[in-house]
């Protein structure tokens, strides 16, 4: 049987944590913004890169015939493209006058790295080898665990081919 003084202290207990609680909520609320989710509040559904290039047909080309990538919208200033496993990229001319000046100038080609996950790192070394494909980084196994090599797209993208070899 529980007692009067129990029943006190687990209410008393539950009170508490309730109350802990709603203090937790507030603050969370009022905490400053760079503390919360991203995508609180927000209605964010995908995130895609776009490179500025003026190599739209090559990179086009490359992206399809190499990566299976699909067009699914393009135009002579625009190419989006989308993988089947839901990955989407996009290229844009250089200079466009209705784009803000900030977005006038092309990739350079550093400082961005494309990391495509695949499930045998080297079979599609040696496809794209096969292939002719300029491989900037041979083929290799890291000690933390990837096995990888790199290449470049048409616009100086660099292109890391990963296969996780454990988790």
């Known amino acids: 049987m529980v007692s009067g003084n129990m029943i006190k202290v687990i209410i008393s ?3 508490v944590v309730f109350l ?3 203090v937790y909520l507030i603050n969370y609320n009022n905490a400053a913004p760079e503390t919360q989710p991203l995508t609180q509040g927000t209605n964010m559904k995908k995130l895609f ?3 500025i290039t003026s190599q739209l047909a090559e990179s086009k080309e490359f992206y399809t015939k190499l990566f299976d990538f699909e067009v699914v919208f393009e135009a002579d200033w625009y190419i989006h493209m989308r993988h089947e496993s839901g990955i989407e990229i ?3 001319q250089p200079k466009l006058a209705n784009q803000p000046e900030f977005l ?3 990739y350079a080609g550093e400082g961005v790295v494309y990391s495509f996950e695949v499930d045998d790192a ?4 040696d496809r794209l080898k096969k292939l002719g494909v300029n491989i900037i980084y041979d083929l290799k196994d890291e ?3 990837q096995r990888h090599f790199m290449l470049k797209d048409p616009a100086g993208m660099s292109i890391d081919v990963v296969q996780q070899l454990s988790q």
């Open 13 to 15: 207990m539950a009170v």
């Open 20 to 22: 802990g609680g709603i």
């Open 49 to 51: 890169p776009i490179t």
């Open 90 to 92: 996009a290229v844009m």
């Open 104 to 106: 006038h100038g092309a």
């Open 122 to 125: 080297k079979s599609e070394y």
């Open 143 to 145: 000690e933390w665990g």
